[in-house]
């Protein structure tokens, strides 16, 4: 199978890795190239619809933003393989979960994966009534290692900013 990332950034990559022990080929779409390293054999895609048309499993780590609100809609899920399967742990304002549904249901979509919803907390119910949709709240960063790299990095910003630096993860 092909494992399509969308947002190719820290967490991307790390999803990569663990579809590539998988043996999936990786391929992926970024606003910019990764360096060869970085891509470890990923096919780079220079647009979204590239990426779609290979992915029999579609990954979403991409920020949100007002280019990528709603980029799953019913016109770009049309562009995935037959019976691909959707993985969002990133933002839920990515998919048109209308959009989704109607795939799910009509088969076109084969599951969907989700740990973000539109609506937070609660999710959709409409979602939750189909058999071929996991759900999950968005937990993926509840261990103790996680937390305190989290904590650590969030003073690591602080003290660069404080310095006159540049902090790492500058939001705005």
């Known amino acids: 199978k092909r494992f399509g990332v969308l947002g190719m950034g820290r967490v991307g990559q790390v999803a990569a890795e663990r579809a590539r022990g998988f043996g999936m080929?990786?391929?992926?779409?970024?606003?910019?190239?990764?360096?060869?390293?970085?891509?470890?054999?990923?096919?780079?895609?220079?647009?979204?619809?590239?990426?779609?048309?290979?992915?029999?499993?579609?990954?979403?780590?991409?920020?949100?933003?007002?280019?990528?609100?709603?980029?799953?809609?019913?016109?770009?899920?049309?562009?995935?393989?037959?019976?691909?399967?959707?993985?969002?742990?990133?933002?839920?304002?990515?998919?048109d979960e209308d959009a989704l549904i109607k795939a799910l249901q009509s088969g076109k979509l084969f599951a969907a994966g989700l740990d973000v919803f539109r609506k937070e907390p609660g999710g959709n119910p409409d979602l939750s009534s189909l058999k071929n949709v996991f759900l999950l709240p968005h937990i993926g960063s509840a261990t103790e290692e996680t937390r305190d790299a989290m904590g650590f990095r969030a003073l690591d910003n602080l003290d660069a900013f404080f310095s006159g630096g540049q902090p790492q993860d500058r939001v705005a």
Request: aromatic share 2%.
């Open 25 to 95: 080929e990786v391929h992926y779409h970024n606003r910019s190239r990764l360096p060869g390293h970085l891509e470890k054999g990923a096919v780079f895609h220079d647009t979204v619809e590239g990426l779609l048309a290979v992915s029999d499993v579609l990954s979403l780590h991409c920020p949100a933003t007002p280019d990528t609100t709603g980029i799953i809609n019913e016109k770009t899920i049309a562009l995935l393989p037959d019976r691909a399967i959707l993985v969002n742990t990133a933002r839920g304002n990515l998919v």
